[in-house]
Structures are given as structure tokens and as C-alpha cells.
């Protein structure tokens, strides 16, 4: 059974960083994709980042320049380095992951931001 274990979230000040990790354990499969979204409370669940298994990324426009995704292909985990952290990024994040058996995801990790 594949399983996310998610870790990294917490309560950070405007202005400070945290970074989160996800490390995908029981699949015998090759991971492709990996990424990370988020949801707000009241709010529908939102794309942050995705990275390839070639290290392609992409970020939502909200994100860009202050957030990086990146993978260790070999540990089966991705990161999500946050800057500049604003208190609309305040959310839970979850991390997905595709294999060629289907779409997996994390529990969530909380992340605070408090102005």
C-alpha cells in the first residue's frame, strides 16, 4: 500500500520560511509526478507545485518566485522550500504523488502564517 508522509508544516511569523516534506513509502512503482496543493478553509483545493520526474516544475502564479519544489528521486520524497511566506499562503498542504497505478495523497500538513 502506497503511503505520503508529510512533515514540516508549523506557525511562522510574515516574512519567514518553512519547508515541507513528503516521502512516498510501499510503492513498487516509479514515481512520475509530485506535487504539492494547498486549501484554505472555505476555499476549494489549489495547485502550488509540481515537479516531473525529469525536474520539470511548475507554480501557481501566486507562489512564483518565493516557493521551489524539488524531488530526491532516489529517497521518494519532495520538498517545498517556502519564502517570504504571506498569511494568504495559510492552508493545509497536501502532497500528491502519480504512479502508474493511480494518484496518491498525503494527509495534509498544517502551515500557519500569522501577520
Known amino acids: 500500500q502506497v503511503q505520503l508522509v508529510e512533515s514540516g508544516g508549523g506557525l511562522v511569523q510574515a516574512g519567514g520560511s518553512l519547508r515541507l516534506s513528503c516521502t512516498v513509502s510501499?510503492?513498487?512503482?516509479?514515481?512520475?509526478?509530485m506535487g504539492w496543493y494547498r486549501q484554505a478553509p472555505g476555499k476549494q483545493r489549489e495547485l502550488v507545485a509540481t515537479?516531473?520526474?525529469?525536474?520539470?516544475?511548475t507554480y501557481a502564479d501566486s507562489v512564483k518566485g518565493r516557493f521551489t519544489i524539488s524531488r530526491d528521486n532516489a529517497k521518494n520524497t519532495v520538498f517545498l522550500q517556502m519564502n517570504s511566506l504571506k498569511p494568504e499562503d495559510t492552508a493545509v498542504y497536501y502532497c500528491?504523488?502519480?504512479?502508474?497505478?493511480?494518484?496518491?495523497w498525503g494527509q495534509g500538513t498544517q502551515v500557519t502564517v500569522s501577520s
Open positions: 500528491k504523488v502519480i504512479t502508474v497505478i493511480g494518484t496518491h
Open positions: 510501499g510503492s513498487r512503482f516509479s514515481i512520475n509526478a
Open positions: 515537479i516531473t520526474k525529469g525536474g520539470t516544475t
